[in-house]
């Protein structure tokens, strides 16, 4: 069965320094998600692409965080500066179009700690 | 007001048992409504839709009441399996984009 590729899958890093996470969608999937999840609460969209374009960031603190899909396949999302608050778990998500009645399938998510 | 409202619980239940959880959503234009189950340290996972007529999947039941904006998972005879946070998810489409929100999720524990 075909499933979202994300690594790492857990990553430590001083506040200050810069962080990158990677996702792989399922192929074919033209829609990506990039979801934090703090713990004790629900996963809280961050940004969405639909094939390279970005659909919805509105939610991306833009002054630290940035995310790109530049070929519309796999996309890298960075933290820089990393943090206190930024201790979470990071989850990807795609499905096959953008649209309600498509299932999205999340990856395994990256667990940062920022120290 | 958060956009979508769940007790978190814990529910601590004995297997067998029967428990239901509670949603509201605050936002009257969404279109469509979702369980997931997210096992500990584990992603989320598509537990049922939920339709307006109500829709059951085995020991399963979701129920939405678009007039009190409200949704509600009701499980039969719990399985020890069970044991996870369910979130409560809604689709507010917001112009050509589906954007899912999700409540804080319900953490249940069933026993022995």
């Known amino acids: 069965e075909a499933e979202v590729a994300q690594s790492p899958r857990y990553k430590i890093t001083e506040k200050s320094q810069a962080v990158a996470f990677w996702c792989d969608p399922i192929?074919?999937?033209?829609?990506l998600y990039w979801y934090r999840q703090i713990l004790g609460q629900g996963p809280e969209l961050l940004v969405q692409f639909q094939d390279e374009s970005v659909v919805d960031d509105s939610q991306l603190p833009k002054d630290r965080f940035s995310a790109e899909r530049l070929k519309g396949v796999d996309s890298t999302l960075k933290i820089q500066p990393a943090e206190l608050g930024d201790s979470a778990m990071y989850l990807c998500?795609?499905?096959?179009?953008?649209?309600?009645?498509?299932?999205?399938?999340f990856g395994p998510g990256t667990r940062l700690t920022v120290t | 007001r958060k956009e979508v409202e769940q007790d978190p619980g814990p529910f601590n239940v004995p297997e067998g048992a029967t428990v239901a959880f509670n949603c509201t959503y605050s936002n009257s234009a969404s279109q469509s409504f979702f369980w997931y189950r997210q096992d500990c340290r584990k992603e989320p996972k598509l537990l049922m839709s939920?339709?307006?007529s109500g829709n059951e999947d085995g020991r399963f039941t979701a129920q939405l009441n678009r007039a009190s904006q409200y949704i509600s998972l009701l499980i039969r005879d719990s399985k020890l399996s069970d044991s996870a946070t369910y979130l409560c998810?809604?689709?507010?489409?917001?112009?050509?984009?589906?954007?899912?929100?999700f409540g804080t999720g319900t953490r249940l524990q069933v026993t022995l």
């Open positions: 192929s074919g999937h033209a829609t």
């Open positions: 939920v339709y307006s």
């Open positions: 998500a795609s499905s096959l179009e953008n649209d309600a009645t498509y299932e999205q399938y």
């Open positions: 998810v809604v689709n507010g489409l917001t112009g050509t984009a589906s954007k899912l929100t």
